[in-house]
């Protein structure tokens, strides 16, 4: 085999394409919607060389038109997984004895059927499955996923470099990192594309082979993914991908004595019941599993009596209502000075007052639908009960309709408690609770943030006054594993700001940065002698 030190092609962060009108990315996009939504395709499981079907279905829908069927989706059970465990591990001899280039090679010609051919395609199919519009698609599909694959590569190669600094004379020391001794298991959550992309080839690109369970409300696009990997080359076996019932896939997974680890984002409940599960299994593993997850967020925003008001307002718009308020990172409960506060809400109504809500078809709409009929009636629960509560003020929004769509009106509340259950709770949808403060109270918020949640993904500080700055960036350090100054807390970008919180927001692991890709290897260190002693005794013996 033909050896060298490769270095790969340094990664920049994919462009964002307008989708201004007369574009030509516009309308390549709209043909694909139109195609993606002229037919009804059959969507199989991708275990080892099979594209297996099944008797059982369930439906695609897109969540603003769900009596359109995009297509159907073939539902697997305990059999499958075992099928999906047994394919990964008869590839992994293959996969992780491939020289590390040539996993790299797959990912980036990945990456480049993402950028090109690919990308209208992807887009088109997390815009309908999801109900994500042009401009959320774009970042999360097509720019979120090419920087994960393309940083990934570049985080792998220096990872691979990294060597002792000494070796002694007569002997030379080396590090090697090996994938983990079995299989992982991606599990995606819906919201995400770049998400669903990601936990299953970090994992592998590090010569890992895995068993990947998506959302059933993102297979639509996963099922795009998976046609992009095998056409990037991927081998079959290296990345399953099954739809079966959580708990009926986690019985036979973490039962597994080749349980390796899991790569995992969703509901903080459902990781923590998985770690619980973990532990109370760990004598059935033939190692310790490695448990990485990003789970929930109660995301914050204060604003400080120094701030600009048009900052402020367009932030907390940007943060709590892009994609429906269902990023992990969203702004759902504000802070804001009882100074700036008039003065915002007036900018804030607005802005409100032109969003357009519909489908993801039409451009010209800044809200679409929730993911599905669940959350739906979760969010019309919570506005109901704002509504027969004397304490809170709805101020914009409280409608909801799910005839055509699953549609909530973008909601702020302003409550006068700080504790108020939607300041404490996690929605996951278009509903912000605003809590307005004296000034004076400033040090008494921080307090307040820091202890209104168990979460800790995102926050942001917005504010003139560099003191104030300061003093929320110490004050709130462990409240939020990605903090903005004078900016919305939603938007991590692949080699800008690396994505994970701590407490009941997960493991910080990290996407985007090479802390994530060395938790799928275990290092071995080589220590080899050239001269070794013949005899026992030491110099001190004399």
Request: hydrophobic content about 40%; glycine content about 8%.
């Amino acid at each position: 085999m033909l050896k060298g030190f490769f270095n790969v092609p340094a990664p920049v962060n994919e462009p964002i394409l307008g989708y201004a009108p007369g574009s030509k990315e516009r309308e390549l996009l709209k043909a694909a919607l139109a195609d993606a939504r002229s037919k009804q395709i059959e969507i199989p499981m991708y275990i080892g060389v099979e594209e297996v079907h099944t008797e059982v279905k369930g439906k695609v829908t897109p969540p603003h038109d769900h009596q359109h069927i995009l297509g159907k989706y073939s539902i697997g059970n305990k059999n499958h997984v075992k099928q999906a465990i047994d394919a990964a591990l008869a590839a992994k001899a293959d996969w992780e004895n491939l020289a590390w280039e040539h996993r790299a090679a797959i990912f980036l010609k990945a990456a480049d059927l993402i950028a090109g051919p690919y990308r209208y395609k992807l887009n088109a199919a997390t815009m309908l499955g999801q109900s994500k519009n042009a401009y959320q698609a774009e970042i999360d599909s097509a720019c979120e996923l090419i920087d994960f694959l393309r940083f990934n590569v570049s985080y792998m190669a220096e990872i691979y470099k990294q060597q002792p600094p000494v070796s002694p004379k007569g002997s030379w020391n080396r590090v090697e990192q090996r994938p983990l001794e079995g299989f992982v298991f991606a599990l995606t959550p819906f919201n995400f594309t770049a998400i669903a992309g990601n936990l299953p080839t970090s994992a592998a690109m590090m010569g890992n082979v895995v068993v990947w369970k998506p959302a059933d409300t993102q297979i639509f696009a996963a099922n795009v993914l998976m046609q992009i990997f095998r056409e990037a080359g991927l081998p079959d076996g290296v990345i399953n991908l099954v739809y079966v019932d959580g708990p009926e896939a986690g019985e036979v997974i973490f039962s597994h004595p080749d349980f390796a680890g899991i790569h995992f984002t969703g509901s903080t409940a459902v990781f923590q019941n998985i770690w619980k599960t973990i532990g109370n299994n760990i004598h059935k593993f033939k190692t310790y599993p490695r448990i990485v997850g990003e789970t929930g967020g109660k995301d914050f925003i204060l604003v400080h009596g120094s701030a600009d008001p048009e900052i402020s307002s367009t932030a907390i718009i940007r943060g709590a209502f892009e994609y429906q308020g269902q990023k992990c990172s969203a702004a759902s409960r504000v802070y804001i000075s009882k100074t700036v506060w008039p003065e915002i809400k007036d900018l804030m109504l607005r802005d409100l007052a032109t969003f357009k809500m519909g489908g993801t078809e039409d451009f010209s709409n800044f809200i679409n639908a929730v993911i599905d009929e669940k959350s739906f009636n979760k969010l019309a629960k919570y506005i109901d009960e704002a509504k027969q509560d004397k304490s809170v003020e709805i101020i914009a929004g409280g409608n909801y309709d799910k005839s055509k769509g699953y549609f909530i009106e973008p909601t702020v509340l302003v409550v006068k408690d700080p504790k108020y259950v939607t300041m404490c709770e996690e929605l996951f949808g278009p509903v912000l609770t605003i809590y307005v403060y004296e000034d004076k109270d400033f040090d008494k918020v921080l307090d307040i943030i820091d202890t209104t949640s168990i979460y800790a993904l995102t926050g942001a500080v917005i504010a003139q006054d560099r003191y104030a700055i300061e003093k929320a960036t110490q004050r709130l350090r462990n409240a939020a594993g990605n903090f903005y100054i004078n900016d919305k807390c939603t938007g991590a970008v692949v080699g800008q700001q690396p994505f994970g919180g701590a407490r009941g927001s997960g493991t910080n692991d990290k996407a985007g940065s090479m802390i994530n890709l060395l938790r799928w290897v275990s290092p071995r260190t080589i220590k080899e002698t050239f001269d070794p002693p013949k005899d026992y005794r030491y110099p001190f013996l004399g």
